[in-house]
């Protein structure tokens, strides 16, 4: 059965992975806090850039309307902050990173995949986990642009992640041979991240 097939999604108590709906420790909220380290970058989609780089045969380069032109998906997911909030049944669209990379042609020693930020944040993540989950460069949130304080005009969003692991204006991927951590990661958070294992600090 497909992940995002929506009969998945609706389970009472569950997310669409079966899984219990509040990750251990979280709290429920029906608002969504801004949180970001620094300044909100404010990006022309005109001027916008996505690049690729690292372990890869060529690097690559794609404007926003290049970007559109990829396979667009909607996932219905729930967003969890380490800072123990979590906000259920949002609709993200954007493109999957499991579609995306199809588009990359990767060196068989890339393994890991940093995502680049306007503003220069960075976070990491195994390429197997990027591709294997519901990751998603959105730009729409619940049918409108995602407003720019949560990462506008596009940003990572990673469901099954604490949401530190999704990029707000993202604006490249460096493939990596050998793991390193991003911002978060160098300042003492998780690498895995998984807030079903309360992976949170480090
Ligand atoms: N570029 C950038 N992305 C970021 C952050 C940031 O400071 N800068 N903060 C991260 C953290 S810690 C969280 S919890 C989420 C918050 O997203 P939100 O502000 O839309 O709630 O974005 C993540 N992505
Ligand atoms: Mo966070």
Known sequence: ??????????????????????????????????????????????????????????????????????????????????????????????????????????????????????GGYTTNLPLDVMINEDVIFAHTFNGQPLPREHGGPMRVFTPRRYAWKGAKWVNGLEFLAKDQPGFWEQNGYDTPADPWKEQRYG
């Not at 909607?74 to 499991?98: E, P």
Request: charged share 25%; with cysteine; glycine share 6%.
């Open 1 to 118: 059965m497909s992940l995002f097939d929506p009969k998945n999604r609706f389970v009472p108590g569950t997310n669409s992975y079966g899984l219990a709906k509040t990750p251990p420790g979280q709290v429920a909220t029906a608002k969504f806090p801004v949180l970001t380290y620094g300044e909100t970058p404010n990006i022309d989609i005109k001027e916008w850039r996505f690049r690729v780089w690292g372990e890869v045969e060529e690097e690559q380069v794609w404007t926003w309307d290049e970007l559109m032109k990829l396979p667009q998906t909607t996932i219905r997911a729930d967003f969890h902050c380490v800072t123990r909030w979590s906000r259920f049944d949002d609709d993200w669209t954007g493109v999957l990173f499991k579609d995306l990379v199809k588009f990359i042609k990767l060196k068989p020693t890339a393994k890991f995949v940093m995502q680049h930020a306007y």
